[in-house]
């Protein structure tokens, strides 16, 4: 598997663990956001597993990230 690996939660932005930016490259996400999986990770006691999202261009160029 080429996939991106997920960051660990606690590394996530507010908006990246809520599913309203890109996990990988932090756009926001409007629409066409796809689900990529649960990113796992706790502060202390505090579960923070969230299921996370991507953009489109993150999904479909795996191993390509902060193009443009
Ligand atoms: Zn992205």
Do not use: K, Y
């Amino acid at each position: 598997m080429s996939a991106h690996r997920l960051p660990r939660a606690q590394t996530l932005t507010a908006e990246q663990w809520a599913g309203r930016a890109c996990v990988w490259c932090g756009v926001p996400l409007a629409q066409g956001a796809i689900s990529v999986g649960i990113a796992r990770g706790c502060v202390g006691s505090v579960n923070l597993d969230a299921e996370v999202f991507a953009c489109p261009d993150c999904t479909t160029n795996p191993g390509l990230q902060g193009g443009n």
